[in-house]
């Protein structure tokens, strides 16, 4: 009988296990609000006990007791090792000694293939047809931080051959993209969407499919992508244990905050 | 900034004197936490027009003010109250309907500008966006920068690293100062001299509080001076800066304000849901800021109940399983 | 860096561990107040050579080192103990014997150049200098500079404003940044992860300790995780950037550490008796370093009756009516 | 009977009470150690009651219940306003508000006649005959704030043509000097000596000799000054009051730490 039978699970729960799996033990974790957050929860609940979780507002290594709804949620302040400020935060990611040691978890309206991400507007930037947040900490993390690792809702609309507004680098145009443009180096290593895990090429710095979720083809992915996306290296990705389901509804989100709210 | 000795005012006198139509506005706080939101509501009362607003991550706060039809142009690095508006609905409508000029910088380009202001330097540098279209693509125009003297003309410069590749970087991009008319900041306590202790995350507003010509700190506890410096490693301001001192308890609702009270989901959501409709928003503007006399007569007309499982558990400094899902 | 969760070791094994011969070192502390004495001594003891010192404006710590022949190079703004010793001697003999190479930058300056570290830019602006000797005249000449892959190959530079007058400010001084092979501050609570709390002024030891790519922290009290915990605002430094813990009580004497002792007028005067005379000074090594195991040692060794004297009032942090003056 | 009579005081009275004369109400009075933090004092207890003792340290408005012998001595951490460090000190003296407010009180081991100062080193820069302790602050107070007051012992090697070192800046060279130069405007006041008050011409910027203590000559003042001293201006100085020395010796500086210690 196979495993994935014996409990059902969300996609966004799938997708904060499949982001959780990512962060190493001893990692600095920079996430944001919703499902990033509880991906670093996650991580740190399950996989990865030595590392921390950082926040763009300054509080570093949070005790988390309850969800927070914004990363500058008083309940980010509670018992943690120090409450600084942003210029504090950023400066951790900019430093080379910290900054190394930091994966930022992030998300954005689109992504092209070199992982670079919009999260400020669709259409003519000064008079959009949609318009988001912006960056907030997004484009410092993107451009500071070792790795980085992207939530994306899989549709075609948002990822695209060109964003409309180019607002925090991933690989920018290729394996020399970040150093031509003055950046460190380091950039993004998986964008987890609702129907699989991509990751990018070693050489071309191209995003290509790593895995596909259990009852998702290859060709569906391709067909939710505005680009050609190379699948030869997909595989069957392994779903989220009882165990890693178990920790991530009761101990990260006992109230459902995020796994059962619409995005 | 001055030297009087009783800075304690009234936010009506405060704001009537220290923000009039056209001035360049920075607010403290981030997203949905220690907002000023008090004197936000006293701008938009006072039906300030054309204001040039500054704030890095800012939501309930810079939302109302555009709202309010309080604000001509923002610059600012993200405008969300996290999951009660991942992006802000009314800042959205402005920017969409083309009422609203933005520049747009990250959220450490924005505090780098706040900090130069506060330290006295015309720009500070940093590796952020270089590639990105946040260099590339200017908001204001740049006749416009050319223009307004109080506007550099320049968004930001990039220059080489005068020192080789010393630290490793070869480039940056260096940000231009902010240096506000007026700042105005929340805090859970502060003398009547100005003397200033923020609880919790500072977030920018230290860096705001420096960089402004005027300075004007709401408190949620108006304390002796004597308390404030038995324990002055605490303190973030002092009063060199401070221009007005108002007591406005509940001063940042329905924003939290750590070990006072939590942010109020229930309004944030029926905000949310007033903001997305025009008739809806005029009658909530109507109801909630424009037939009330003050901060007190909002707080007042609010339900009680709900205001006192708000207040913060005295160990975490929040409202412990506040009910926080739903509309 | 690491992320251990027991950081605290001895002084013997960190020093000997973090602070090889050449290292470039930055202390904290400032003239006569928390300066990692133990660690200076223990670097002395351990007879390290030819280090590269950076401080701002460390008196005790400083002059001891030069003192005990540890250091080849110093970059600092101000050599001198207050009122104790105005130029600090060891520092002065070795700069007029021609021992000593010194750069020499203001106060700020350095405290920018460690901030730039912190930061993780090459450089910070500033408006100090211009115009002065500290613009034009280099202590370190430009061959070693190009020579030492570990110095920036200029002192400073100048640019004009890229954005024209912005901030009245036409053009700007740019200091390099430094990122010290290790750091060591003295500070009076800390726990074994290494997260810190400065009481009193924190002078620029937070920028030192950051920017630094080890860190070592001695501290007053060893204190458990929990107690740093609970009030995380008052806290500084977090066991991100934290290498060693040791627990040395009396670890910043003969210096002060604010509420917990006052600097020993006594100690000083006779140190500078000493330090003003070769054969005295070759005594004084021999007698309070090199024949001695450790701090504890030291301690042990120093008048009881004088370190009662030294005890920190608990009102005002500092050792109320002690004798001051004279000899 | 002349008031000076009926009482005796040192020079280093004099010279303390001098420059709190020069404190204005409201100032925000940057000190160092010994008489300039003993003026300080006096100036926020006699004529400036509403001054603001300010060290480069970091403590603004200390209590200062006994007399510091170092600007980072525990005794102005005691209730202060706010504990901060170096980088927020230094950063309210470049700050365009607050830094105009700013009178920062100097010594130093030579200067000239316009009023540009030498700490460092006398003789050759990288092997001098004599090091001295350096900049420390005085470089960043004499580039940033609005006026400075400096402390000299009035001696022929400290009055020069040309500074061995020059550590902080002055008028530079003139009236344009600190704009080419590219400093803000302010720069030097006063400079008060064991033998009188010189101040700065308002078109030359050069110094002149304003005041002579009682018993000294405009001629002995000459002799002892490397340079030019246009005495044209010069009156007596009134000497301090009965009331301005009980005050300094009462309430600053009752220990004699700085009154009557060899400086």
């Known amino acids: 009988m196979p495993e994935k039978d014996r409990y059902k699970y969300s996609n966004r729960e799938m997708m904060a296990i499949a982001a959780a799996r990512e962060v190493k033990n001893g990692d600095i974790v920079f996430c944001g609000t919703g499902i990033s957050m509880l991906a670093a929860m996650a991580a740190k609940n399950i996989n990865a006990p030595l590392s921390t979780i950082f926040f763009e507002t300054g509080a570093i290594d949070a005790k988390l007791e309850e969800l927070p709804l914004a990363v500058a949620d008083s309940r ?69 931080v070792n790795r980085t690792i992207i939530f994306m809702q899989h ?9 409309d507004y180019f607002t925090s680098p991933g690989w920018i145009d290729g394996p020399a993209g970040r150093k031509k443009a003055g950046l460190p180096p380091g950039g ?76 | ?46 039906r300030k027009k054309e204001l040039h ?32 508006a991942p992006t802000c609905i009314r800042f959205r409508k402005a ?45 204001f125009s740049e006749d416009l920068r050319t223009a307004d003297e109080k506007l550099p003309d320049r968004k930001l410069a990039i220059i080489d690293n005068p020192f080789g590749n010393w630290s490793e970087t070869p480039k940056l991009v260096l940000v231009p100062a902010i240096n506000p008319d007026v700042t105005i900041i929340h805090v859970q306590q502060a003398d009547k001299r100005g003397n200033a202790r ?19 700190i709401t408190c949620e506890e108006l304390v002796e001076e004597e308390f404030m410096r038995q324990e002055p490693d605490r303190n973030q301001i002092s009063f060199l800066n401070v221009d007005a001192v108002i007591h406005i308890p509940w001063g940042a609702y329905p924003t939290a304000c750590y070990r006072h009270y939590d942010y109020d989901p229930d309004h944030l959501n029926r905000y949310r849901a007033a903001a997305a409709d025009e008739f809806r928003y005029r009658t909530y503007l109507e109801e909630k800021v424009f037939n009330l006399k003050d901060h007190r007569e909002f707080i007042a007309q609010t339900n009680s109940e709900q205001l006192k499982k708000l207040i913060a558990d005295p160990e975490t400094g929040y409202a412990k399983a506040l009910k926080r899902s739903g509309e």
Chains 1, 4 share one sequence.
Request: hydrophobic share 40%; proline share 4%; with cysteine.
């Open chain 1, 76 to 144: 980010v302040m509670y018992k943690t090792a120090v409450n600084g400020g942003l210029a504090e935060a950023f400066a951790t990611m900019q430093n080379r000694f910290t900054g190394s040691r930091v994966v930022g978890i992030l998300g954005a309206a689109q992504i092209d293939i070199y992982g670079n991400l919009n999260s400020t507007a669709i259409g003519d930037y000064r008079q959009p047809d949609v318009r988001f947040s912006g960056s907030g900490g997004a484009c410092d993390v993107a451009s500071f």
């Open chain 1, 155 to 163: 549709e075609k609309r948002k990822f695209v051959k060109k964003l």
């Open chain 1, 188 to 263: 993004p290593a998986a964008v987890i969407t609702n129907l699989g895990v991509m990751r990018f090429d070693r050489n071309s710095k191209r995003m290509y499919l790593a895995a596909t979720y259990p009852g998702i083809t290859s060709a569906e992915i391709q067909a939710e992508t505005g680009f050609d996306l190379d699948s030869e290296r997909a595989e069957e990705f392994t779903p989220p244990t009882a165990h890693e389901l178990r920790i991530l509804r009761e101990r990260c989100d006992p109230q459902g905050l995020i796994l059962k709210t619409p995005s």
């Open chain 2, 1 to 46: 900034m001055n030297s009087r000795d009783d800075k304690v005012t009234t936010l009506d006198r405060a704001i009537n004197l220290l923000v009039p139509d056209g001035c360049h506005l920075s607010i403290g706080g981030f997203t949905i936490n220690r907002n000023p939101m008090a004197a936000v509501y006293e701008v938009i009362r006072q």
């Open chain 2, 53 to 84: 607003l500054y704030a890095h991550s800012n939501g309930q706060g810079v939302d109302e003010l555009i709202g309010g039809g309080c604000v001509k142009r923002l610059e600012i690095a993200y405008a969300g109250s996290g999951r009660f």
């Open chain 2, 95 to 139: 920017v969409e309907n083309g009422t609203l000029e933005v520049e747009d910088y990250s959220n450490f380009q924005m505090t780098l500008r706040f900090m130069a202001g506060a330290m006295g330097v015309p720009f500070l540098p940093t590796r952020s966006g270089l590639g990105t279209d946040i260099i590339k693509k200017w908001g």
């Open chain 2, 198 to 216: 923020i609880q919790g995350l500072t977030f920018a507003d230290v860096e705001q509080a420096k960089a402004a010509r005027h300075l004007i």
